[in-house]
Structures are given as structure tokens and as C-alpha cells.
């Protein structure tokens, strides 16, 4: 099930995402969103603006906890990003999801979902085995309709298509091609730089 589609552009990161919850031939449309944007929450000060987006596929359960049961890290002006994400980043979303009792072990080795992150004007991938990865290219999709929609990125890449409108084309393509994925859309995006 899903398309959820990341893009780069200005400094900002764009999400979106679909509504389908699939299994077997059954296809549910649901309201809750599989993108999401969180603020960045610093002790003892006001809520900034959001600075984190994240989109989910695997499960809607795993969803839930990022949205309401994660705490992103707080970032400075001075951080090393890659590192954060692939330790401090990693460690919360562990926790997390131990927490919440959704953490999942299979011959030893502890498993997630997929899910894309967007933060700081860069788009990273998280995949089942908490491997971060940020895409060259500067835009992403995880799900069942993920080639369908990096391939309708690809052939916009040198349009002058807004964001959104780029990230709706693409999930447009993957719900046109794939039985798993079905509008309506959501559409995030960080704030500016």
C-alpha cells in the first residue's frame, strides 16, 4: 500500500502522500494523514515553527507513534545532520517505538517500517533496518507505488512545475498504475530556511 513522494526545493522539503489502507482486495480510504509535519521542541521555550516532515508506509500504527508519540532531536545552527539522523535520530525512533510496544525483532535483528524525513532543507529515507539515506537527486518515494512515482519525478525534473505540483503529478501517476495507492492527497511542507 502507499505513495509517499519528497522533494527538495529552496530549502524546503515537500511530502505527500495518499489515503489508501490495503489488504488483500479490500481498499479502505482513511482520514487520517500518512504526512505530517512536527515542530521542533526545545526545553523551556515556545514551539518553533514545524522543521520536520515525515511521511510513512508499513503501517498505520507506526504512523501514529511518529506523529504523537516521537520527539524529534532538537537541532542547533551548528549540527552535523548526517550524524544526528543516523544516531541521535535513529535512537529516539527506537525508543519510541519500544515504548509503544510496536518494536519488532526477527532472528535477532530489530526491524522497522520505511518512511521519508524531511528536515533542514534535506530529504533522508529511513528503511526497515533504520539505514538512513539521502537520495542525490533530491527527491524520494517509498511505498508500492514508489517507481511509478520517482519515475514521474524524474521526467519533471526540468519542468517549471511548482513543488506541489510535482509531488501531486507523481502520486497522480503511482494511483493511475497501482492498486495500492488512491487519492485523496495530502500535500506538507517544511518551513524556509
Known sequence: MTAIVGLTHQGRVHLGGDAAAVAGYTLEIRRDPKVFTLPQRESGKAETPDVWAIGYTTSFRMGQILQYGFT???????????????????????????????????????????????????????????????????YAAVGCGQGLATGSMHTTRDLDWSPDDRVRAALEAAAYHSAGVAPPFTLVATRDE
Do not use: C, H, I
Not at 549540527?79 to 526477527?106: C, E, I, P, Y
Not at 526497515?128 to 539521502?134: F, I, K, L, P, T
Open 72 to 138: 524529534p532531536p532538537t537541532l542547533t545552527d551548528d549540527v552535523d545532520l548526517d550524524r544526528v539522523m543516523r544516531t541521535t535520530f535513529v535512537d529516539a525512533l527506537r525508543s519510541a517505538f519500544k515504548t509503544a510496544g510496536w518494536a519488532r525483532v526477527d532472528s535477532g535483528v530489530e526491524e522497522t517500517g520505511q518512511f521519508l524525513v524531511g528536515v533542514n532543507g534535506r530529504l533522508f529515507t529511513v528503511d526497515a533496518d533504520y539505514q538512513v539515506g539521502e537520495p542525490a537527486d533530491g
